[in-house]
């Protein structure tokens, strides 16, 4: 069974920047198939993709949020990675790293996702 | 961004009553849309995807349908494990959003 974990620092300081790693178990991350994200979710409010890449290192950002975003892959560690710059509290959320299945015979969404971790911006 | 507007925002039901979301999007997806349920401090898991595709494992009685833009989905008799906020997200274009969620609740 496909497992995805979050890993990265729980607090960050204002201005600077957020980097988390997303490990990828019990599955291979090349495959043109899957595509691995980051989703995102405030306290008490509603989900925001942020970016995805492909093994290949294809990416694609949110507009919201592309100044500041950089998304990586490592694909001997079956891992990928994103940095926020310039965090504010309004970044503080918690974030998830999901797998985005599409191709010729099945396009479902996000079908495997970590169980999340919770970033507080804050001095 | 394509927007997604998503309808009630909470609703109040009892264990076996029939229960319906509505989604609507502000263009057309072609079908590319997915439901999520999200339980309190847990990821969401998916439900539904292609407007109408019951993912592996999810119970039958969850369904989904499309008429033009306005997506719904529909839960045929409520279990006490389905009290839980749901999520339409559209993956159409780039970027992918979601819809504001609606929580439903015990009567």
């Known amino acids: 069974q496909l497992q995805l974990q979050e890993s990265g620092p729980g607090l960050v300081k204002p201005s600077e920047t957020l980097s988390l790693t997303c490990t990828v178990s019990?599955?291979?991350?090349?495959?043109?198939?899957?595509?691995w994200d980051w989703v995102r979710q405030p306290p008490g409010k509603g989900l925001e993709w942020i970016a995805n890449i492909q093994y290949t290192g294809s990416t694609a950002y949110n507009p919201s949020l592309k100044s500041r975003v950089t998304i990586s892959v490592d694909t001997s560690n079956n891992q990928f990675s994103l940095k926020l710059s310039s965090v504010t509290a309004a970044d503080t959320a918690v974030y998830y790293c999901?797998?985005?299945?599409?191709?010729?015979?099945?396009?479902?969404?996000?079908?495997?996702w970590g169980q999340g971790t919770l970033v507080t911006v804050s001095s | 961004d394509i927007q997604m507007t998503q309808s009630p925002s909470t609703l109040s039901a009892s264990v076996g009553d029939r229960v319906t979301i509505t989604c609507r999007a502000s263009?057309?997806?072609?079908?590319?849309l997915a439901w999520y349920q999200q339980k309190p401090g847990k990821a969401p898991n998916l439900l539904i995807f292609k407007a109408s595709s019951l993912e592996n494992g999810v119970p039958s009685r969850f369904s989904g349908a499309e008429s033009g833009t306005e997506f719904t989905l529909t839960i045929s008799s409520l279990q006490p494990d389905d009290f839980a906020t749901y999520y339409c997200q559209q993956y159409h274009s780039y970027p992918w959003t979601f819809g504001q969620g609606t929580k439903v609740e015990i009567k």
């Open positions: 263009q057309s997806l072609s079908s590319w």
């Open positions: 019990g599955g291979s991350i090349r495959s043109s198939s899957y595509y």
């Open positions: 999901a797998r985005y299945q599409c191709d010729s015979t099945k396009c479902n969404s996000f079908d495997f």
